[in-house]
């Protein structure tokens, strides 16, 4: 199993424009995790997606930051406008999990994003 | 200006020795823990798990101690290796649901001396 996949892994843009990061879980997995990882904060979970519908979006910071997954091999997470404190390691994370399961979760390899 | 960020608790072992690494979790509802390790540069990756129907589980060189009673977590590691460097994250899960999500704690560094 190639693993979940991210892209870009590293992403250097200017204050203000749209970022995109892409990710493909694991084959079969059902549920898909967004992070965020800094020095300040540690890693957060900022939505997660059951089923490709979102579950829970309270660790979005702002309006700037929207997922989607429009099938259950793709999700975005689109930063728009990007601002420097947006600097840090996002992490896309897939499991499979039954009702009531607690199965656990396999992380891509992150994508680097640089906001100058 | 200076930043400050997380201040990491750092585990430094001589290779050859057993480590243990610690984590205290917060909700007495959780009914799962898992151990991550994360290597520079790369993702988190899953190395064990626990229920809370035990107290303890083996792998190959490591071994979890649940005790829910302190909310208490521990990953101990037979004959630590300089692979083993890395930072380790204990992680409870939670339910919302039919779906479930953890919640990480801020992480071990574990430094393996030669």
């Known amino acids: 199993d190639a693993g979940v996949i991210q892209s870009p892994r590293h992403e250097v843009t200017e204050m203000g424009q749209e970022v995109t990061l892409r990710c493909k879980p694991i084959?079969?997995?059902?549920?898909l995790f967004w992070y965020r990882q800094t020095m300040m904060r540690g890693l957060e979970l900022l939505i997660y997606?059951?089923?490709?519908?979102?579950?829970?979006d309270s660790g979005m910071p702002e309006d700037r930051f929207s997922a989607k997954m429009p099938n259950a091999s793709f999700s975005t997470l689109k930063i728009q406008p990007s601002e420097p404190r947006d600097s840090a390691v996002y992490f896309c994370?897939?499991?499979?999990?039954?009702?009531?399961?607690?199965?656990?979760?396999?992380f891509g390899p992150g994508t680097r994003l640089l906001v100058l | 200006g200076e930043s400050v960020g997380l201040h990491l608790p750092t585990l430094s072992v001589q290779e050859g020795d057993n480590s243990i690494i610690n984590c205290a979790y917060s909700?007495?509802?959780?009914?799962?823990f898992i151990w991550y390790k994360q290597e520079s540069g790369k993702g988190p990756q899953f190395i064990i798990d626990i229920r809370s129907n035990m107290d303890k589980r083996q792998g190959q060189r490591v071994t979890v101690l649940l005790n829910k009673t302190v909310k208490h977590l521990s990953l101990q590691i037979a004959a630590t290796q300089p692979g083993d460097s890395a930072v380790y994250f204990c992680a409870e899960n939670s339910q919302t649901g039919t779906a479930s999500k953890l919640t990480f704690g801020t992480g071990t560094r574990l430094q393996v001396t030669l």
């Open positions: 994370a897939s499991s499979y999990q039954l009702a009531g399961g607690r199965e656990t979760q396999y």
């Open positions: 909700n007495s509802a959780s009914d799962y």
């Open positions: 084959s079969g997995h059902n549920s």
């Open positions: 997606f059951n089923n490709n519908v979102p579950i829970d």
